[in-house]
């Protein structure tokens, strides 16, 4: 049960904007101590949000480049003048090596992604935390991220020793018509080696952004990944009060009138 006074909620918009951070720092961190108040989180803990982000995301955004190509084949093939141009398309990854971090995704040979991949592009996988309640306050305050690298294909023995298709399926039950096998599409399961981290944890006055080290994010234990509630992550009690805290809203005085 939610216990907000009707006109508090009709404030709340208002009370949104008057708490946003300085301009300078919506989009970076402060270059002195912030003097809001907030804890900004170490890089470690924004690598220990970004791996459970990883874990509990199922969807994302692959960008990829187009090849050059001179010779476009005037009926499917991209046209000629996007050669070197950036593309991002949604697919499906799924957190099934959690022991390194690196997302496990089926290529599918024929999609745009994974044909930039086999015509030499690297790869970026961009996701976001979608907070279970949606309603009140600004996603440029919620946490995203960008893993940066190359696609691997796994072996067929590691695929099988990791119940790598199990796995996948469980985050994505419609998968199953394209494993790899199909009688429609050919495809393949790949890793994506992550290489760098790029994190935006929120605003810049009370959330780390920038690079995390690859160290970082492959030494992130089991247990801290469990250990943490994202924004609004409903389980673990998180609650409305903590959205606030986390927008810097003020969340802890009255908290009890803000529980969820
Ligand atoms: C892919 O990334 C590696 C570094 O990890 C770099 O050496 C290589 O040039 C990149 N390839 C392309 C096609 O950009």
């Known amino acids: 049960m939610m216990h907000i006074p009707t006109f508090l909620v009709s404030l709340l918009p208002l009370a949104s904007a008057a708490h946003l951070p300085q301009a300078q720092h919506i989009f970076t961190n402060p270059a002195s101590p912030p003097t809001t108040g907030f804890k900004i989180p170490t890089v470690h803990?924004?690598?220990?949000?970004?791996?459970?982000?990883?874990?509990?995301?199922?969807?994302?955004?692959?960008?990829?480049?187009?090849?050059?190509?001179?010779h476009p084949n005037p009926h499917h093939g991209p046209p000629s003048s996007v050669s070197g141009t950036p593309i991002g398309l949604m697919d499906y990854f799924a957190d099934c090596e959690p022991q390194r971090g690196d997302p496990t995704i089926l290529a599918i040979n024929i999609a745009t992604s994974f044909r930039n991949v086999a015509a030499g592009s690297n790869i970026t996988l961009s996701l976001r935390w979608h907070p279970?309640?949606?309603?009140?306050?600004?996603?440029?305050?919620?946490?995203?991220?960008?893993l940066v690298g190359y696609l691997e294909n796994i072996k067929d023995e590691d695929v099988v020793k990791g119940l790598l298709p199990a796995c996948f399926v469980k985050?994505?039950?419609?998968?199953?018509?394209?494993?790899?096998?199909?009688?429609?599409?050919?495809?393949?399961?790949?890793?994506?080696?992550?290489q760098e981290v790029y994190w935006i944890g929120g605003f810049g006055d009370r959330a780390y952004i920038g690079w995390i080290p690859l160290e970082e994010w492959q030494s992130v234990t089991e247990d801290e990944i469990q250990s943490i509630r994202l924004p609004d992550e409903q389980s673990g009690g998180w609650g409305f009060g903590m959205?606030?805290?986390?927008?810097?809203?003020?969340?802890?005085?009255n908290q009890e009138s803000w529980e969820l």
């Not at 309640?133 to 960008?146: E, G, M, T």
């Open 45 to 70: 803990e924004s690598a220990v949000q970004a791996r459970r982000i990883l874990r509990l995301e199922r969807i994302g955004t692959l960008s990829t480049i187009f090849p050059n190509n001179d």
């Open 132 to 146: 279970p309640n949606k309603q009140h306050y600004s996603a440029a305050a919620i946490p995203r991220f960008s």
């Open 171 to 194: 985050y994505h039950p419609d998968a199953a018509a394209w494993l790899p096998g199909n009688p429609i599409h050919t495809s393949h399961w790949t890793r994506l080696v992550v």
């Open 243 to 253: 959205v606030k805290e986390w927008m810097g809203l003020g969340g802890s005085d």
